[in-house]
């Protein structure tokens, strides 16, 4: 058995998400069975993170084991072959230690969300970015921002249906730039709790809106509570953008 590292990037908009679904398509499916047409073999991918239907990726860690011969450059272009037309990349894939394991292995998470800042409805980007029609102070965002940045009960900031043991999480980083006409926020820790990146994303638009200060921020986050929560960013612009092992 050899078990390979993918790299894989996809567009989320198609998807129910990561995780295989019994009620739609999900990337996890797609890529299993891209690898059965391969190799006959009925083996599971498992990824650093799951994501949210419409949610997309830029570097996805995952990994699969097989018993089939195949050399690692030749599993990727074949998987490539078998994906298409499914926005679905995989761009690079490795073989690694059997004990290596793309979830569990994992010591970081990073994420992008990209906000468009302009009236004018998006064309090349619609699906892929949050537009948002009133001028976003991306200062005050950042400054704000700093607030949710350590260990935290994040429990206003968790969806209700997050299965996560614990609603406490330390986030490393959340840095927000303006980038042009792009307010891109940038989040990194361990491992996030579901839905975290979009309300915080959310909660920080306010503040770039003016109808939120600082203080509004800090006391949605001290009041662990999901009600407390201002607004829940679309999954449009979410990217998961990288895993640290």
């Known amino acids: 058995m050899t078990r390979f590292r993918l790299t894989v990037e996809f567009d989320g908009r198609p998807f ?21 047409s391969i190799t006959g073999e009925e083996a599971a991918v498992h990824a650093a993170g799951r994501t949210d239907a419409g949610v ?17 450059f030749r599993l990727m272009e074949a998987l490539n072959a078998r994906l298409r037309p499914a ?32 009236r004018a409805p998006l064309t090349l980007t619609r699906g892929q970015a949050w537009r948002i029609a009133r001028p976003l102070d991306a200062d005050a965002m950042h400054h704000a921002a700093q607030l949710l940045v350590g260990l935290h009960d994040f429990t206003t900031f968790r969806s209700a249906h997050c299965q996560s043991d614990s609603p406490v999480k330390t986030l490393d980083r959340l840095d927000v730039r303006r980038e042009d006409e792009m307010v891109l926020i940038a989040a990194a ?32 986050l001290a009041a662990c509570d999901r009600a407390a929560l201002g607004l829940n960013a679309p999954p449009d612009g979410l990217y998961f953008t990288g895993a640290r092992y």
């Open 16 to 36: 129910m998400g990561w995780q295989r679904q019994a009620h739609g398509p999900s990337v996890q499916q797609a890529i299993e069975q891209a690898v059965q």
């Open 189 to 220: 820790a361990r491992s996030f709790l579901h839905h975290q990146v979009r309300s915080m994303v959310g909660c920080l638009a306010l503040v770039g809106q003016g109808q939120w200060r600082e203080t509004d921020v800090a006391r949605a």
């Open 56 to 72: 997309h990726a830029l570097a996805m860690a995952a990994h699969v084991e097989l018993a089939s011969a195949i050399a690692p």
């Open 87 to 118: 926005p679905i990349a995989i761009l690079a894939c490795e073989a690694v230690a059997d004990d290596w394991h793309a979830r569990f292995s994992c010591i970081g998470r990073s994420y992008e969300y990209r906000i468009v800042n302009r």
